[in-house]
């Protein structure tokens, strides 16, 4: 019985990296969506932790697809490389970060300069 248990949280942490790299998402941006730690996922999707229902439940929920999805899949007849959308999409999404991260340095530099100037005068 217990090697079953461990085939089983095996063959779904399996599953969950599956779908993890079909949506082009790091273990952090899982752990972050789901709450948790990210080595707390990643003992998930190795398999070392035993996954109840409820995780089950969140971590299809996070995917859009059911618990029995995830349940049943065979990682082996699902493509393994993300795809070059999604790819696309977190490099988008990076990017978009660092452009906001960017402005939001011009925007403090530009405020230090002005009261620079003002302190001159």
């Given at each position: 019985m217990n090697e079953l248990k461990k085939k089983t949280n095996k063959s779904v942490g399996m599953n969950i990296r599956t779908m993890r790299h079909q949506h082009g998402w790091s273990?952090?941006?899982v752990a972050?969506?789901?709450g948790i730690s990210i080595?707390?996922?990643s003992?998930?999707?190795t398999g070392v932790t035993d996954i109840n229902l409820s995780r089950l439940e969140?971590?299809?929920n996070v995917f859009e697809v059911?618990?029995?999805y995830l349940l049943s899949m065979d990682a082996s007849d699902v493509e393994h490389e993300?795809?070059?959308l999604s790819i696309a999409q977190k490099k988008l999404i990076d990017r978009e970060a660092e452009i906001a991260t960017l402005q939001r340095k011009v925007i403090l530099l530009y405020e230090e300069l002005r009261n620079k100037t003002s302190m001159a005068v």
């Open positions: 273990q952090e941006d972050n969506r789901l080595p707390a996922f003992k998930i999707e969140q971590i299809a059911s618990v029995v993300p795809s070059h």
